[in-house]
């Protein structure tokens, strides 16, 4: 009896944590529960009209060229693919944690300032590969929705957060997560979310006097004293 009281209690202090944890990063939840309506929806379409559906949502040039501002918000609305659960752990490990450390509202700029940039440089050089014959003119309606620009603007800005020398060590990994596609596949969507790290790391202004930097270290030896104990 004794055990399943104390079991209880640990479920419910958990599940107090996890709420905690919601609510100090609001905008990302938020733009998670989007995202899973969203693609709940996709998977009730058909593939022909899908394509169709986000393809006038999506960020290409032709649609840019329409209604830029409708399809800069439409298109981070939106998952290409149909699989939300990654991105769930995504927003947690990295948009959370940028939300509570900077604010909703400077957290929200990074991710802005990396989505939108991004996506409009990244358009544009597609649009002179057109005109040089680099690309072929069909790419003016090439499908791209989703929010891995904000994110990779996010995770970027996140190396401000971590101490020294571990912030070289993150920053290092990633940079060849995002460097090596676009060596090796030298895409459009490649070439962004390189920009969008960079955007992301040209951010740094919005996180000065954000508070004391995460040191891993201390991190890992409070989880071995725990675990010990």
Not at 164 to 177: I, K, N, S, T
Request: hydrophobic share 50%; aromatic share 12%.
């Amino acid at each position: 009896m004794l055990a399943g009281v104390n079991r209880d209690r640990r479920v419910r202090r958990g599940l107090r944590a996890v709420a905690a944890w919601i609510r100090s990063a609001p905008g990302t939840y938020i733009w998670l529960l989007i995202l899973f309506f969203t693609t709940v929806a996709l998977h009730h379409m058909s593939p022909d009209f899908e394509q169709d559906f986000l393809r006038q949502r999506s960020t290409n040039i032709h649609e840019l060229s329409q209604n830029p501002v409708r399809v800069l918000i439409t298109s981070a609305m939106w998952i290409d693919g149909g699989h939300w659960l990654p991105y769930a752990v995504l927003y947690t490990v990295f948009h959370a944690p940028a939300e509570r450390w900077l604010g909703t509202l400077r957290w929200l700029a990074v991710c802005v300032a990396a989505h939108v940039l991004a996506t409009l440089i990244s358009e544009l050089a597609l649009l002179k590969a057109i005109h040089d014959g680099i690309a072929p003119h069909s790419a003016v309606n090439t499908l791209d929705i989703g929010v891995s620009y904000a994110l990779a603007g996010v995770m970027a800005v996140l190396t401000y957060h971590i101490t020294a020398p571990w912030r070289y060590v993150y920053l290092a990994v990633l940079l060849a997560l995002y460097t090596v596609p676009l060596v090796t596949g030298r895409t459009f969507t490649d070439f962004g979310h390189f920009l969008a790290v960079l955007i992301g790391l040209g951010c740094y202004p919005l996180v000065r006097g954000r508070g004391k930097a995460w040191n891993p270290k201390e991190t890992l030896t409070a989880v071995w004293v725990n675990v010990r104990a």
